[in-house]
């Protein structure tokens, strides 16, 4: 069965066959090696209350939301990137997996080839281009927001927290492996057998190799086109993603077919932690998406969920792989019946990371009420956090909203490139029909006409269209401007600031100066006394440099100079402790 042109590695994989020091010279690949973290196995992994059952956990770890990588088969069959005459362990082994930052996950019904948390196996998946159908390889939102802090030994499950998955050095390895399996013969000999198992015929292996072929070409003109235009200059590196950048390339370059539409990448954000996203007014960092089904489908797109954009048969134009219903099975869990009734965040287990000064968090919390509470609100689930009219904001669409407060750039002074960049960009719409348009209007327009597309195809009621768009207009802007979210659960989700360019709490409280300009990620070792990563080397890990494009660790400062980004007077190295220790009741 022949893969469309639409079923393939593309953006997200493809720039690893790139990587690739050489080509097939007499069916041997020269092979450039990845530095990867060591697999380390943790003790034991706690799994903390957030109000969630194990059944609740499994639907959002592994129900499939339309996003394919690349056929199931071919994913199982693959060989790591490894030499070997005899053959290399499996691609799809948990403890390799593991290594680019994927937490692992058991057996069971959900997941019974016992794949990482965020990986989906569609059995359902059709091409809505040629409607082909094929079991595919997936991502949900799982697989970024689902942390996991590592302290003597043990391992701490955070349920909608920051992950630290490198899906660069993922796509690359990805890349390596299958450019490998079809320039090796022996090795593409292996695959195939596993592949076609007892419908193995020199007939078949032939047609597989050519499928695996248009698959890899594909990628490849796509990843060349990338490269010349330098659309991704800026190493994201584990936990982090320019995930605007990259939604916008997909839809208006990729599914457009319009490499101009591209613009280069250069605002790498730190996965944010998602519980309560549901009862916030306005998401993403900087405010822009404030419908539920929007913002998941905007999210599907960016995973590669493709969509019918040619108007030549205006019968499927808008259909997509993006399955809404399963989409909200996923919503449903996360956000429950209204606000700290679904999945909640985190409280610091002290039997893991040690007990809290209560009485240095008292003190705390009066200098956070004076100092930080007038940006990001009283924390959610405490007296006040939904009562006053500051807070608390009505909807007549369902139950009430918090009211996030945005803080315009020139304020704030932290890295403007995610903001600008979404606020500036423009592309040629196509068969949308639209003409030249910002990014927030093409965006607006393609989810909704998705949506409305989706809706129609399943017979979804009024009245349940309603439910699952919140009760809200699909709605998208770009303010010049971030949001600051309730701080409950901050403890949990480090490094900080919206690009992951502080390493923990305290330095966050600290002048500008005393931030460090480099230091590593890629590891998970905790730092209880100062809330955050230690961020010494990691072998294999990431060199975080703050002076690099995007990776900016200026604003959200107290000090008694003046300057922009200076919100608030200087703390004392007593209030911060207090600050950071009162953080870790919330």
């Known amino acids: 069965m022949s893969a469309s042109p639409k079923l393939r590695v593309s953006v997200f994989v493809m720039v690893g066959v790139l990587i690739l020091i050489g080509a097939a ?22 799994y903390l209350e957030q109000n969630w059952t194990p059944a609740q956990r499994n639907v959002y770890y592994h129900t499939p939301q339309g996003s ?29 997996l593991s290594r680019f930052g994927f937490l692992e996950d058991g057996k069971s019904p959900a997941n019974p080839d016992g794949l990482p948390v965020g990986f989906t196996v569609d059995t359902t998946y059709a091409d809505p281009n040629t409607n082909v159908k094929r079991p595919v390889l997936g ?5 970024c927001h689902t942390g996991e802090v590592r302290y003597k030994g043990n391992s701490v499950r955070i349920d909608g927290g920051a992950g630290q998955a490198d899906f660069a050095k993922f796509q690359q390895a990805l890349g390596l492996g299958l450019a490998w399996t079809y320039y090796d013969p022996l090795r593409f000999g292996r695959f195939a057998h596993a592949v076609l198992q007892d419908k193995y015929s020199k007939e078949s ?3 597989l190799k050519t499928d695996v072929k248009q698959f890899l070409d594909a990628g490849l003109l796509e990843t060349e086109g990338d490269l010349r235009g330098k659309i991704y200059p800026v190493a994201e590196g584990p936990g982090r993603t320019d995930a605007l ?23 790498p954000v730190n996965f944010p932690p998602i519980w309560d996203a549901s009862w916030l007014d306005w998401v993403q960092y900087n405010g822009s998406i404030t419908q539920p089904l929007g913002r998941n489908v905007g999210e599907a797109m960016g995973v590669m969920s493709p969509v019918v954009m040619s108007a030549a048969d205006p019968e499927k134009q808008f259909d997509s792989s993006i399955n809404v219903l399963n989409l909200e099975k996923i919503e449903e869990a996360l956000a429950g019946a209204g606000p700290g009734k679904g999945l909640r965040s985190p409280q610091w287990p002290e039997e893991v990371l040690g007990k809290i000064d209560r009485e240095q968090a008292a003190e705390g919390h009066a200098v956070f009420v004076e100092r930080c509470e007038r940006c990001h609100g009283t924390p959610l689930y405490q007296e006040g ?4 009219q500051r807070w608390y904001k009505p909807y007549a669409g369902g139950p009430a909203l918090f009211r996030v407060t945005s803080i315009p750039l020139k304020v704030i002074g932290t890295d403007p490139n995610e903001a600008t960049n979404f606020n500036e960009r423009k592309a040629d719409s196509g068969p949308l029909g639209l003409g030249v348009v910002s990014a927030a209007e093409g965006l607006e327009v393609l989810g909704g006409k998705v949506i409305a597309k989706s809706f129609a195809r399943l017979g979804v009621p009024a009245e349940q269209q309603t439910a699952m768009e919140g009760g809200r207009p699909n709605k998208v802007i770009a303010p010049l401007a971030y949001k600051a979210r309730p701080l409950n659960g901050i403890w949990s989700s480090p490094p900080f600031l919206h690009n992951g360019s502080v390493p923990n709490l305290y330095l966050l409280l600290s002048p500008v100066e005393e931030r460090p300009k480099q230091f590593y990620v890629g590891g998970r070792e ?13 072998s294999g890990g990431f060199l975080f440099d703050t002076t690099k494009q995007g990776n900016s660790n200026q604003g959200h400062e107290f000090s008694d100079k003046s300057k922009p980004g200076v919100i608030g007077p200087a703390l004392t190295p007593e209030q911060r402790r207090a600050i950071v220790e009162y953080m870790k009741t919330l």
């Not at 956090?385 to 006053?388: E, I």
């Open 385 to 388: 956090s939904f009562t006053g």
């Open 205 to 207: 292996e032939a047609a």
């Open 139 to 143: 991502l949900t939102c799982a697989a």
């Open 245 to 267: 950048a990259r939604i916008g390339n997909y839809v208006f370059g990729t599914e457009l077919q319009n490499q101009a539409n591209k613009q280069p990448a250069t605002a």
């Open 25 to 46: 010279i007499g069916g041997v690949v020269l092979y450039t090696r990845l530095a990867l973290p060591a697999y380390s196995k943790p003790d034991h992994v706690v």
């Open 526 to 538: 905790y730092d209880p006394e100062n809330v955050g990563i230690k961020g010494n080397y990691v």
């Open 68 to 96: 394919v990588l690349l056929p199931y088969e071919w994913f199982k069959a693959m060989e790591q990137p490894k030499f070997s005459l005899t053959g290399a362990p499996k691609f799809s082994d948990a403890e390799y």
